[in-house]
Nanobody, 116 residues
Framework: QVQLVESGGGLVQPGGSLRLSCAVS????????MRWYRQPLGKEREFIALITIAAGVTDYADSVKGRFTVSRVEANYTMYLQMNDLQREDTAVYYCNAEAMTGTSWGQGTQVTVSS
């Protein structure tokens, strides 16, 4: 099974920043679209951002537009999420998702906690 390796979560104060990364561990898995989702405790998982690998086209949920930026390194299928001006409501487990011709894979999740 293809592994997506996430990193970068942690504890940050309101107004702070974090950068998440998601790397594909299997070189034969070549996604064409990668996405970030998050799941607050007790709530459903929600989409927050996507990027197409070839063209770098992006899209965001309204709740993060203007604060979060998704990017990628096409050569090694690594995706990033720069999160600025974090607020308490951004507290969640963040998951990356990669979609390829051979299937879809999910990361294990990384916890982001925004608290003073």
């Amino acid at each position: 099974q293809v592994q997506l390796v996430e990193s970068g979560g942690g504890l940050v104060q309101p107004g702070g920043s974090l950068r998440l990364s998601c790397a594909v561990s299997d070189s034969t898995f070549k996604p064409y679209t990668m996405r970030w989702y998050r799941q607050p405790l007790g709530k459903e998982r929600e989409f927050i951002a996507l990027i197409t690998i070839a063209a770098g086209v992006t899209d965001y949920a309204d709740s993060v537009k203007g604060r979060f930026t998704v990017s990628r390194v096409e050569a090694n299928y690594t995706m990033y999420l720069q999160m600025n001006d974090l607020q308490r409501e951004d507290t969640a487990v963040y998951y990356c998702n990669a979609e390829a011709m051979t299937g879809t894979s999910w990361g294990q999740g990384t916890q982001v906690t925004v608290s003073s």
